[in-house]
């Protein structure tokens, strides 16, 4: 069922009513490319089968996340992932997100979200907030984030390390996110960080939070956390993994996305007043901080 809407910065024809979201959780292996993409072909088709219509995989699952190897794994659009998962998305009627090594035109490598649905490429964002080594091989976006209207609802995207930055997740659910999808390649050393975030940006925002991770251990790389979540938007936990391979879902309604607003009104609060600070300033102001600081002084 939906019911028609127009959501600012977002054009879309109507809004569904649930959102049935599932993430899946994989130890990808370097170079073993369609190993990868069968095992997470299992799940999706799982998934799909009881309902799961958005399901968000894991950053860089299907090469591997191999920062040595990124030159050579780096893949244009369509390539042969988006078309796979294209293929995927269409015999199941999902929507599939994840995060790719992608190569431009020009030769240029990002790490990009995708999209794909039952028609296709939907779209493909740049991370632009790089964690660490990543710097050294990849290109930082233009902008962090990208918001993309489904079929099943409209999902901000936001790449593992850029979930950190609430700026970057506020401006998409103002935008008209009702879901933020986090493909992920989270380290297991800060699993606090990753439990922490993702319950924090579903309850600021009153959003649906669903982050997949990859799990295990890459080669002689780094341990991942695993723990792929589905947060509810009143910011508590729906469904959580360990670190098994496998899936979760959830099914949350639209109406508990407008109950935890109105319990939380961050959101609204924010719009009635226009932001975090006044536009105008006055020579009063300016009194009234020379005080301030001379009191603290």
């Not at 809004?15 to 899946?24: K, L, M, S």
């Not at 901000?156 to 700026?167: N, Q, R, T």
Request: proline share 3%; with cysteine; glycine share 10%.
């Amino acid at each position: 069922m939906t019911a028609s809407a127009r959501l600012r910065g977002v054009d879309t024809e109507s809004v569904v009513d649930t959102f049935d979201i599932a993430v899946v959780q994989t130890g990808s292996r370097i170079g073993a490319w369609q190993q990868n993409i069968d095992a997470v072909r299992a799940e999706v088709q799982a998934l799909a089968a009881s309902g799961s219509k958005v399901i968000v995989l894991p950053e860089l699952f299907a090469s591997g996340y191999d920062l040595d190897g990124v030159e050579t794994m780096a893949e244009s659009v369509p390539g042969r992932t988006s078309t796979a998962l294209g293929a995927l998305a269409a015999e199941t009627d999902t929507v599939l997100v994840t995060a790719i090594a992608f190569r431009d035109a020009d030769g240029i490598v990002f790490d990009s979200s995708l999209v794909v649905g039952p028609g296709g490429l939907i779209a493909l964002g740049h991370k632009r907030f790089l964690w660490d080594r990543e710097k050294s091989v990849f290109t930082p976006g233009a902008e962090s984030g990208l918001l993309v209207s489904t079929p099943f609802g409209t999902i901000g995207v936001v790449i593992c390390y850029e979930a950190g930055f609430p700026e970057t997740v506020r401006d998409l659910v103002q935008r008209g996110a009702d879901v933020i999808a986090v493909p992920s390649a989270f380290g297991h050393v800060r699993l606090h960080v990753w439990k922490l975030l993702t319950r924090s940006r579903a309850l600021e925002n009153g959003v649906v939070v669903a982050a997949a991770g990859l799990t295990g251990q890459t080669g002689d790389g780094p341990r991942f956390a695993g723990h792929s979540v589905i947060v509810g938007p009143q910011g508590r936990t729906i469904v959580e993994m360990d670190e098994s391979v496998g899936s979760v879902s959830a099914t949350v309604t639209r109406r508990e996305l407008l109950d935890a607003r109105d319990e939380v009104p961050y959101l609204k609060d924010l719009a009635r007043l226009g932001g975090i600070t006044e536009t105008r300033t006055t020579e009063n102001d300016h009194e009234r901080n020379r005080d301030v600081r001379s009191a603290i002084s």
